[in-house]
């Protein structure tokens, strides 16, 4: 079903996208290429009711915008299109997350706790995962959403070494018994802490528009961050509520471990984060608090603030064919003595305006900028118009084009490019997807959208695992489009299979599909209840 024509207004679009406040669900997912599963957490494009949904008769069994709320208090809370769990997903909410909800369920059939209807549509069941009750531990503690406005929805880190993901906040002999060499590795951490906690200008330094496109560069130097904000914190340092004398929520993580556990599992080296609370516990250590509601000592964290580098806004003064320096050390050269003469340097990661003109020096071949100079294309990702434009590119119809070639992303609306930017997606190249980590190719529509999701080793190329990628777009079976905080390689082949994209990049491409994502979810699939998935045309 093509989505409603007042989705396609830009002001309802932005309406739709400045309203999220993320929560989650779990879908089991394919991860990129990879034989392993993502957790689920999709994302809906609701533009209006479900047509199939009942109309009751009672006013309090509709939701209000103002009416009272429903939560999850498990990591996912699934919204269904009906009032039964064998129902079509919708998508879903995350732990700690609320949506509106009508006053009255409209059944209680399978659901102990009532079936309500939410805003903007679908139903969900006050029971075990979901809960009215506003005072549950689970709504109380968890009340940090993702940063639906920044490119990084969280604060990000890196497990330097292996750490421990406590269940609770464990005293000073705990520490010494569950992690190997702690005295050393905290001697170390005293006198190198400046150097192991560095961070540098990322992606949410990056001034925005309302679209998600840049519009400046970054700061010269990083913001003066405290240890606290950081690693997720909001500047109050004590332990909270919730972990004093004991753990006082429910384990939410998938990692099941008895209520007196310590220590639920050990987090492996290079593994990524999300952080949504920081404090000082015993042993004068920080912890740091995951979206799952488990503890790691930030002395083994790494900060990661992500990429700065961004796309070009085509209805800025841009044309195709342009280009993005991929490589450190580019030049620009003077070609009018037929030789191959460096005339200054171009810095990695500078978008490039070509006039379309190119020319061999001896083997090598160089391209020419509007500026009059010439830049070997080896060195560049570039953007072109294709010879021949597929069928969809029609009327005002928004799809993604991929070249697996020339590693770049082009957002058209019908015939014309309105954003380009540089990708990384399988290493493999053209080689078949099935036995390598090649890029599917072919036509496809975004099937789900999650804000942030876990996806598993395979799309970064090591043995660990990635919590809460942001901005991840599925199109077909496990491949997806999002963002890659892990790197900042876009311009060249790296991936599994997947599109990896920088954070700005990811965000930008996110908010501009469909389905765009309801107030308050935190995922959302495609379908006719929520509209057509965005098209993704994908070639080499």
Known sequence: MTPDQALESPARRSRLVTALTLCGAALALPACNGGEHASAEGIVSLSSPASNQDQPDDPAKVPRPDGPRIGAVQMTAIVYERPDRRAPKLGYLRAGGTTVRAEKPVALDDCQGGWYRVLPAGYMCAEGD??????????????????????????????????????????????????????????????????????????????????GQAIGEPPETPPDLSDSALFGGNGEDAIPWFFKGGRQIPNIASFKVPPYAVITNRIARKAG??????????????????????????????????????????????????????????????????????????????????????????????????????????????????????????????????????????????????????????????????????????????????????????????????????????????????????????????SHGCINLSPIDARRVFMWTDPPVPADWHGANSGPATGEGTIVHIHP
């Not at 929805?153 to 497990?159: C, D, E, L, R, W």
């Not at 030049?331 to 460096?342: F, V």
């Not at 072109?384 to 029609?394: G, M, N, T, W």
């Open 273 to 494: 984060l999300a952080l949504i609370g920081s404090f000082v516990g015993p042993n004068d250590r920080r912890f740091a608090l995951t979206t799952d509601a488990r503890l790691v000592p930030t002395s083994k964290l790494k900060p990661a603030r992500g990429s700065v580098f961004h796309g070009v806004d085509m209805n800025k003064g841009w044309e195709l064919p342009l280009a993005f320096v991929h490589k450190e050390g580019a030049h620009k050269y003077d070609l009018s003595k037929a030789a191959l003469d460096k005339n200054g340097k171009l810095p990695w990661h500078t978008a490039v305006q070509l006039t379309g003109k190119s020319k061999f020096v001896g083997k090598t071949r160089l391209v020419e900028a509007k500026e009059g100079y010439w830049v070997r294309d080896a060195d560049v990702a570039i953007a072109v118009k294709p010879s021949e434009l597929p069928p969809h590119a029609k009327g005002n119809t928004r799809w993604i084009d991929i070249s697996i070639l020339n590693q770049v992303v082009i957002l058209y609306e019908g015939p014309k490019p309105v954003y380009a930017t540089a990708a990384a997606t399988g290493r493999d190249g053209l080689a078949d997807p099935k036995t390598t980590f090649s890029t599917v190719r072919g036509t496809f529509r975004i099937r789900e959208k999650h804000v942030t999701t876990t996806m598993d080793s395979h799309e970064s190329g090591n043995k660990f695992e990635l919590r809460d990628v942001p901005w991840v777009q599925y199109f077909e079976a496990g491949y997806a489009i999002h963002a890659s905080p892990w790197h900042d390689d876009y311009g060249r082949p790296r």
């Open 130 to 211: 979901a809960s009215i009750d506003m005072k549950h531990p689970i709504l109380r503690a968890l009340t940090v959403r993702p940063a639906l406005d920044k490119p990084m929805p969280y604060p990000y880190a890196f497990v330097r070494a292996i750490a421990p993901n406590y269940y609770r906040v464990p005293s000073k002999d705990e520490q010494l018994r569950y992690e190997m060499s702690l005295e050393r590795h905290l001697r170390s951490y005293k006198k190198l802490k400046t150097k192991w906690d560095e961070f540098k200008v990322g992606a949410n330094d990056v001034p925005i528009d309302e679209l």
